[in-house]
């Protein structure tokens, strides 16, 4: 089992979750943001480096320590790491529990693969883009009715306790009161951790490193 990987990036503090930890973006996303930070994951697969569970778990290794001593670990993101099933919960299997396993997500992904990961991984950071239908197919060329089912059914297999939901401020797409209006829906639901900030955009778009 390999899976390609756009980038890894090492020694990230305060951004994928508690710790220290390193991100792995996986090549592949359903979505088509206009503003897409990681755009690379629609390049040829070929271009990008292929690891299996156990190659990548040697590979993060060498931070062992800093995950250990911070309660940090590794941040799966993308791309959409939830086409990768599979491949995270092999990888869980490596690590045990001894490193935090963060998923950073769209949810707009089969249901099934959000019932597989559900307990596999420690935490989530939903990339929930807006609650607008109009607005999300705008900015994505996706609808997000899925979303929202799996963000219910992730609540209902997790809990809320574990799962952070970013809401952009997307110029040209969404406003501030329809950012407010996502986190109250969303608040609705029970889910207390937000991350709110808005989107800079750039002419060119930054490529996630491969540090190892």
Not at 14 to 20: A, L, R
Request: charged share 20%.
């Amino acid at each position: 089992m390999k899976a390609p990987f756009i980038g890894i990036s090492r020694h990230r503090i305060s951004i994928d979750g508690e710790g220290v930890t390193t991100l792995a973006a996986f090549h592949g996303c359903p979505l088509r943001c206009k503003y897409c930070l990681n755009a690379q994951c629609f390049d040829n697969e070929e271009r990008f480096p292929s690891y299996s569970p156990e190659e990548l778990y040697q590979k993060v290794g060498i931070d062992n320590l800093y995950f250990i001593a911070t309660g940090g670990g590794v941040c799966f993101g993308g791309g959409e790491p939830l086409l990768r099933v599979d491949f995270i919960k092999a990888f869980r299997q490596l690590c045990g529990q001894d490193w935090k396993l963060t998923i950073e997500t769209s949810l707009n992904v089969p249901a099934q693969h959000v019932e597989a990961i559900a307990t596999i991984a420690d935490d989530f950071i939903i990339d929930i883009k807006d609650t607008n239908p109009a607005i999300y197919h705008a900015y994505t060329g996706r609808n997000n009715a899925l979303v929202m089912d799996n963000l219910s059914r992730l609540i209902q297999l997790k809990g809320t306790d574990h799962i952070t939901i970013r809401i952009p401020l997307i110029p040209n797409y969404n406003t501030a009161a329809d950012c407010d209006l996502s986190e109250q829906l969303i608040r609705q639901m029970g889910i207390t951790h937000f991350d709110r900030f808005e989107y800079v955009i750039r002419e060119t778009k930054p490529h996630l490193p491969e540090c190892l």
